[in-house]
């Protein structure tokens, strides 16, 4: 089984939704982190958290919402969908423990009609 | 804050031949830093990473890599190709002291290796 996993895989939606892309691990690892991927501009930072109480924003945090439920699981929401966050979102996770090496899940591929 | 500059969007290479991706970054602080491996529909792993010692680092499937640190680079490179390395490269750095650990990454270089 992977160790970071992430629902739907796909998903298509129309503007002005509300849609919850979830991330679960089973790393044990504190530092969760969502990305999204724009083809030639790379991965950026949405939001990460720390712990469960930790929660801060990224370059790009803008439209999104994120809930830490427990260590393992961290949520990102678009409150209200639009065209231009059709995109490829990823969540990953390291442990902190300055190994210094994050864990990517397969991604979810979103598109926003 | 950081940035990095990968130069090459796109590099075609023949199978066997060497490859070299680079990669510049920019940075008020010292950083670590990474090349990470994303093969098609597939998320991103780890290929290697420096966060201190020896400037030569050496990762999986035979690619190794160099932090120049008057230059800012860390070029990536492999002596000799396989087909199954087309995929695409990032290169990403995080900040070494504030302990914040995101990833900042460069837009990416696909390598594309014909037989």
């Known amino acids: 089984d992977a160790d970071v996993t992430q629902t739907p895989r796909n998903r298509i939606t129309k503007t002005g939704k509300r849609i919850m892309l979830e991330c679960s691990q089973t790393?044990?690892?504190?530092?969760m982190y969502w990305y999204r991927q724009d083809p030639g501009l790379g991965l950026r930072l949405i939001y990460y958290?720390?712990?469960?109480?930790?929660?801060n924003k990224g370059e790009i945090s803008d439209g999104y919402s994120v809930s830490r439920q427990a260590q393992a699981k961290f949520s990102l929401s678009l409150e209200s969908a639009i065209p231009n966050q059709t995109a490829l979102y990823f969540c990953?996770?390291?442990?902190?423990?300055?190994?210094?090496?994050?864990?990517f899940g397969p991604g979810t591929r979103l598109l926003v009609l | 804050a950081q940035s990095v500059t990968q130069l090459d969007s796109q590099v075609p290479v023949f199978e066997e031949a060497p490859v070299e991706l680079r990669c510049n970054y920019s940075?008020?602080?010292?950083?670590?830093l990474f090349w990470y491996v994303q093969y098609p529909n597939q998320g991103l792993q780890l290929l290697l990473k420096?966060?201190?010692?020896?400037?030569l680092v050496k990762g999986i499937n035979g690619f190794e890599a160099e932090f120049n640190k008057s230059q800012t680079s860390f070029h990536l490179r492999k002596p000799s190709v396989h087909i199954s390395d087309t995929a695409e490269y990032f290169c990403?750095?995080?900040?070494?002291?504030?302990?914040?650990?995101?990833?900042?990454f460069g837009s990416g270089t696909r390598l594309q290796v014909q037989p």
């Open positions: 990953a996770t390291d442990d902190g423990t300055g190994a210094e090496t994050q864990y």
């Open positions: 790393k044990g690892h504190d530092r």
């Open positions: 958290s720390f712990d469960v109480k930790d929660i």
């Open positions: 940075s008020s602080v010292s950083v670590y």
């Open positions: 420096y966060l201190s010692g020896s400037t």
């Open positions: 990403a750095v995080s900040d070494m002291d504030t302990g914040r650990r995101a990833l900042t």
